[in-house]
């Protein structure tokens, strides 16, 4: 089974959400399907599932690599990286 190799190098605790929102649909005129928060910066972008998938273009623009889902009622994590959850 494949293990992430990024978790162990998080901040403790996490970082607060830089916005309420994805900033990058607000500015497009877009709406995010679901949030998803950096967790080496505090970015929110939205999911895949929304039109320009703003938390994987952040991970491919900074190389943060792990990102936490921000939908209340769900509690996972994903690395980029590895491609599994955390």
Do not use: Y
Request: aromatic share 6%.
């Amino acid at each position: 089974m494949k293990q992430c190799t990024h978790a162990e190098a998080l901040p403790h605790p996490e970082p607060q959400p830089l916005s309420e929102t994805c900033l990058e649909c607000l500015a497009a005129g877009t709406h995010p399907v679901q949030l998803r928060l950096c967790l080496e910066c505090g970015h929110l972008g939205c999911c895949d599932s929304s039109p320009l998938q703003h938390a994987t273009e952040h991970f491919k623009t900074t190389g943060h690599s792990i990102m936490r889902t921000f939908e209340l009622g769900e509690n996972w994590r994903w690395c980029f990286v590895d491609h599994v959850l955390v």
